[in-house]
């Protein structure tokens, strides 16, 4: 009796193990089968390069590429400093009790609703951007890009943080039984033992800024046309799909966003063995 | 003095950025509530219905933003209906008794579904709707029911990462007291080692609890609408706050619904305030673990 | 003739959580001699030896009450008054660890840390400093054609004088050890008494062991801590 109840438990317990990732395989399965008619139509090639114009019968999501990659990068080139800056303050340069203060609330700060960055992007800064550049409308790559940067900064700052916390002690001790101030610390022993968990950061940090749908959507313009520079409006995969999900089942409009499906799902696959390899490569010495 | 003067630098700019930091957030939650708080009253939330048969269903409300809540609440309970015992059962598995093999292919497994955007996994659930749809029933479409299964996707990550933290935590001798007193592995997980790391999976709960409250991407592909009342099954579309935000924020016909927008935003943020104040209070070591997934 | 006092210690309380560590220390050590501190673990050695460099405020929950005075460029200085930077006073009172900390760079990079930290630039002499101090803690013949060579991969007793390297190299007054031979065989043992023995000369050393014999070969003075306290200071 004791002995059936071990093995139901096991076995359910892997169940649930294999139905959760079966999860993982079923999603990419899913985009590719929906997405395979208009593969075999055009090709990858017209797929991924091609521009996007339904009316003549191209939909490329080449802009979309773009427009993810512009925005997604950009904003990482401001929340890259930022978090920097901000995980420095919280490491080792601010006093402790105002480090923790801090921290706790970036922590806070991961849980504000990205819908809330879009919502108070629309009103406040886009107006700021319109009046301040004088052109357009203010949905803009820039405009997205900058709440963006803002949203991820908090993450980013705690990956950082993350990594120096995992630095061993004794590396600290000897700094410190030195004589070196906090900054010296901090430059000469902590950031050179915590580059590559930073590196995880970063990497991790872009594969949220792709994958965000709601600032984007609502700060980029949406336009299907590839920007000529950060003042002009461009569309994401992400957003993409949030845009034509209303348009006919059968039509290759709607074939074409599992297309921007599967190049998300493969980014993210890339991105999560891109980390797994460098946390399992051997440390690096400095 | 290069090596000084670098230093100095480096302390200039990390308050620097901090200052920013801080200051871009205070403008962002300063100008939602300067805007927003004149518009979060009862009327908000209930229009011109009475609050207390609005509660007890006997009155519809129209031009509130009570049909939003409730659809929220809903849509987050069932999603953690779903997410919790499946989740647990796997982090169970990972923690306890999975092979170390088995374990690094998993790992990988969950890493990806982690990092998957939402928006692939609303897709994932609108094509999934559709499907059934044509192949079983004409009943079937994008709803709440669809909604929250594809969310329970978005957050069964955090609660396999928790759990199998949390039970990765125990010491050594704890872990042996009960099998040296002659309990079964089983006994073992759910007398002593599930009890002790409760607060753990309780804060990844809490996480997953903000997660679906927050979410739109997954919700305006699966189900959401900007106004249909209260959801009257599991198979209808609903309404959603975050979702009205955002219809809000493009589709606004007047000021006064441009200010329930406001009105939606600040209750949204309270909420996940909450959610998220109770989660790092619980333990704060162990959301980390959910948010860097090593 | 009686050598000068170098470190003056006086009333010196530590506790830890609520928990008394030290109570009513006060103690003085001469100046260029081995002071070994003794007593079973757990007596407040090592804590005794983190007052006189401050380490201790590291440490969440650590209290401490009393004064220590060590004379650095022959002046009596309270070690923590204001005016005395704390990272000023670990130039001067260097410290080794029970266990070898080389910071995860080359052996040249380990040695010249300290002079990175208080800005020398020099590269000139700051090679010549490196020598000097490799040189005095016995290790220059072993590591000098390996200098670019990550610090990790030396022996245990190797790193441990690597470390000692480390902490003359800014020619400090004081070095405190914390059993610093706990986790070396004999013969890495040997070496590094020899070197405390042939350090005295220029500096002033508190060493913690618990090892008798070790004791008795290299200390001038004693000092046994019982419960937090001293019982034999002659």
């Not at chain 2, 230093?7 to 805007?35: H, M, N, Q």
């Not at chain 2, 959401?224 to 975050?242: I, K, N």
Request: net charge positive; aromatic share 10%; proline share 5%.
């Amino acid at each position: 009796m004791k002995r059936y109840r071990e093995l139901i438990a096991e076995r359910v317990f892997l169940l649930s193990a294999l139905a959760s990732s079966a999860i993982t395989v079923a999603i990419l399965v899913f985009m590719v089968f929906m997405g395979l008619p208009l593969l075999k139509q055009g090709g990858l090639y017209q797929l991924l390069l091609k521009p996007w114009a339904p009316f003549q019968g191209s939909f490329g999501i080449y802009p979309m590429i773009i427009g993810t990659g512009a925005i997604s990068l950009l904003s990482l080139l401001f929340a890259f400093p930022l978090s920097l800056g901000c995980s420095f303050l919280i490491g080792s340069i601010a006093p402790p009790s105002v480090s923790k203060w801090f921290r706790r609330l970036i922590e806070l700060m991961t849980g504000i609703p990205t819908v809330i960055y879009g919502f108070v992007g629309v009103f406040l800064l886009v107006p700021i951007v319109r009046e301040l550049f004088g052109s357009g409308s203010g949905l803009c790559i820039l405009t997205a890009a900058l709440v963006l940067g803002i949203m991820i900064t908090p993450t980013m700052t705690l990956f950082f943080c993350d990594s120096f916390d995992r630095i061993p002690k004794a590396y600290l001790d000897a700094a410190d039984a030195l004589g070196a101030s906090p900054v010296q610390k901090l430059l000469y022993v902590i950031l050179p033992a915590a580059k590559q968990g930073m590196i995880n950061g970063v990497i991790l940090s872009l594969g949220r800024a792709v994958g965000d749908t709601l600032i984007a959507l609502m700060l980029a313009g949406n336009s299907v046309r590839v920007a000529e520079s950060v003042l002009e409006p461009a569309r994401t995969l992400t957003a993409h799909i949030a845009l034509v999900i209303a348009a006919d089942y059968e039509s290759p409009e709607f074939r074409s966003i599992f297309a921007c499906g599967v190049v998300l799902y493969l980014f993210t696959m890339a991105v999560t063995f891109l980390v797994r390899y460098l946390t399992f490569s051997k440390d690096q010495t400095v | 003095m290069r090596y000084r003067s670098l230093e100095r630098l480096t302390i200039i700019f990390a308050w620097l950025t901090g200052l920013l930091l801080l200051s871009a957030v205070s403008l962002l939650l300063g100008y939602l509530f300067i805007k927003g708080y004149q518009s979060v009253n009862l009327t908000l939330i209930f229009g011109d219905a009475s609050p207390l048969r609005a509660i007890l269903l006997q009155e519809r409300v129209f031009n509130g933003l009570f049909p939003a809540i409730v659809g929220t609440l809903i849509l987050v309970l069932l999603s953690v209906f779903w997410a919790i015992p499946i989740g647990m059962a796997t982090g169970i598995y990972l923690a306890e008794y999975a092979s170390p093999r088995a374990k690094r292919v998993l790992d990988a497994f969950f890493d990806v579904l982690s990092g998957i955007p939402s928006i692939v996994i609303g897709l994932f659930g609108f094509a999934f709707a559709v499907f059934l749809h044509k192949h079983y029933s004409d009943r079937i479409g994008p709803c709440l029911l669809i909604s929250s299964i594809a969310l329970s996707f978005l957050v069964l990550p955090y609660i396999i990462r928790t759990t199998q933290a949390s039970l990765e935590g125990i010491p050594r001798e704890t872990r042996l007291t009960a099998l040296a007193l002659g309990a079964t592995k089983f006994q073992n997980i759910f007398l002593v080692l599930i009890p002790r790391s409760l607060t753990g999976i309780m804060s990844g709960i809490i996480l997953a609890i903000g997660r679906c409250a927050e979410d739109t991407a997954v919700i305006m592909l699966t189900g959401a609408v900007a106004s249909t009342g209260l959801p009257r099954s599991l198979f209808a579309q609903y309404e959603a706050l975050p979702f009205y935000i955002y219809y809000i924020s493009s589709q606004y016909a007047d000021r006064a619904e441009l200010m329930q927008g406001y009105g939606a935003s600040i209750i949204l943020i309270l909420l996940c305030a909450v959610l998220f104040s109770v989660a790092y209070g619980i333990r704060k070591g162990l959301t980390h673990f959910a948010l860097y997934r090593p | 003739m009686t050598p000068d006092i170098k470190i003056r210690v006086a009333d010196l309380n530590f506790s830890y959580r609520d928990r008394t560590i030290l109570q009513d220390v006060s103690v003085e050590f001469p100046e260029k001699t081995i002071t070994a501190l003794t007593g079973s673990s757990g007596a407040g050695k090592s804590t005794f030896l983190m007052t006189l460099n401050r380490l201790w405020e590291n440490i969440p929950n650590a209290q401490m009450q009393g004064t220590v005075e060590i004379k650095l460029q022959n002046q009596f200085r309270d070690i923590y008054a204001p005016d005395l930077a704390v990272t000023e006073l670990r130039k001067m009172v260097a410290t080794v660890f029970q266990v070898p900390n080389p910071l995860p760079m080359s052996i040249r990079k380990n040695v010249a840390f300290p002079l990175k930290l208080s800005g020398e630039r020099s590269r000139g002499l700051v090679d010549e400093k490196i020598e000097q101090a490799l040189k005095m803690a016995n290790l220059w013949d072993e590591v000098k054609d390996r200098l670019n060579e990550d610090a990790r991969n030396l022996s245990g007793g190797q790193q441990q004088r690597l470390c000692i390297a480390r902490a003359l190299v800014l020619e400090p007054e004081v070095l405190l050890l914390d059993e610093p031979t706990s986790s070396l065989d004999q013969a890495s043992t040997a070496v590094i008494e020899d070197l405390l023995l042939k350090l005295k000369d220029r500096l002033t050393i508190l060493i913690v062991s618990h090892h008798p014999e070790q004791v008795k070969r290299i200390a001038d003075k004693v000092v046994e801590f019982t419960d937090g306290r001293i019982i034999t200071a002659p």
